[in-house]
């Protein structure tokens, strides 16, 4: 009866992990094909705009005392770009995706800046197999949305950080303010349920992909024995990404623009963005 216990377990074991391959293969596939396209579908969104100017407002704020530095999930590299640009400092990154890696290798040589720049096609999970001590990792627009092993990814934040490490990530988050709002006041309540559940699939280059938001309680109790919570910013509160399109005024895309940035540190909506940057520092 042990025995065929342990060989059932082995084979659900087997059978869990190849499906797992078998999705960071669907992540890797999905990403480099969208590489080409990515800036242009991002960069041409003003709401997409203004997170990642917060999000580089607050990792400027907090990366000034560290040098061994690592983004996971670098994509196009257009964070890093910023980031090197600004403060002169070397950064490292990994991506699942070989496309987004080769795609973001090119960009810092075109940049100038590529002494400065190194990346590696590397999981979030597996960022342990690097062997490394980061002072500051940093992770944006939902790479850990998108990391179905949690277990791993904790693990590997832990093997590479130390005392007085910062890690900086934002999350698509379970509630966005401008969104629920909107949705309620056109009686689409149950729409709302669905594409702020659990588990919600994303199109990204006319594929899905499985992403799953997290409330803010879900986040602490995954980080809060090891790390503690420094800080939390809104990101993208007034409305979401997707929502941009409907506004053509510009004047209103600036006043939008500029109610997230007010509202972004405020206690009650800096939990009600699109999405949610957290600042952690290990303990």
């Known amino acids: ?32 094909a969208a590489s080409k ?13 203004n997170i990642r100017n917060l999000e580089m407002k607050i990792l400027l704020k907090y990366s000034k005392p560290f040098q061994n530095i690592l983004e996971i999930g670098c994509g196009t590299g257009e964070e890093s770009k910023r980031f090197i640009l600004k403060t002169g400092k ?14 973001s290798e090119e960009k810092m040589r075109r940049a100038g800046i590529e002494n400065k720049f190194r990346a590696t096609k590397l999981g979030a999970g597996n960022l342990k197999a690097k062997g490394e001590k980061f002072g500051l990792i940093y992770s944006f627009n939902g790479a850990f949305n ?23 990530f934002s999350l698509r988050n379970k509630k966005c303010l401008g969104e ?7 009686g689409r309540i149950s729409e709302l349920k669905v594409i702020r559940s659990d588990i919600v699939e994303v199109e990204v280059a006319g594929e899905k992909i499985r992403s799953r938001y997290y409330s803010k309680k879900e986040v602490l109790d995954l980080f809060s024995k090891e790390f503690r ?9 007034v409305i979401p990404p ?3 399109e409907r506004i053509k005024n510009k004047f209103l895309r600036s006043f939008i623009s ?3 940035h007010l509202l972004s540190s405020l206690p009650f909506f800096r939990n009600l963005g699109d999405e949610t940057a957290y600042i952690m520092e290990r303990k």
């Open 242 to 244: 997707y929502m941009a």
């Open 90 to 103: 070397c950064v490292q990154c990994i991506d699942i995706a070989a496309g987004m890696v080769a795609f």
């Open 180 to 186: 629920s709002m909107a949705y309620t006041l056109t």
């Open 258 to 260: 500029k109610l997230d």
């Open 229 to 237: 919570l420094k800080s939390v910013y809104g990101l993208g509160i």
């Open 146 to 168: 998108t990391e179905p092993d949690t277990n791993s990814l904790m693990e590997s934040l832990l093997s590479s950080t130390e005392k007085g490490s910062i890690i900086i």
């Open 37 to 49: 396209i990515y800036d242009e579908k991002i960069l041409s969104n003003f709401v997409n705009v």
């Open 1 to 32: 009866m042990k025995n065929e216990l342990s060989m059932a377990r082995n084979v659900a074991g087997n059978a869990e992990q190849k499906a797992l391959e078998e999705y960071y293969l669907h992540l890797d596939q999905v990403f480099s």
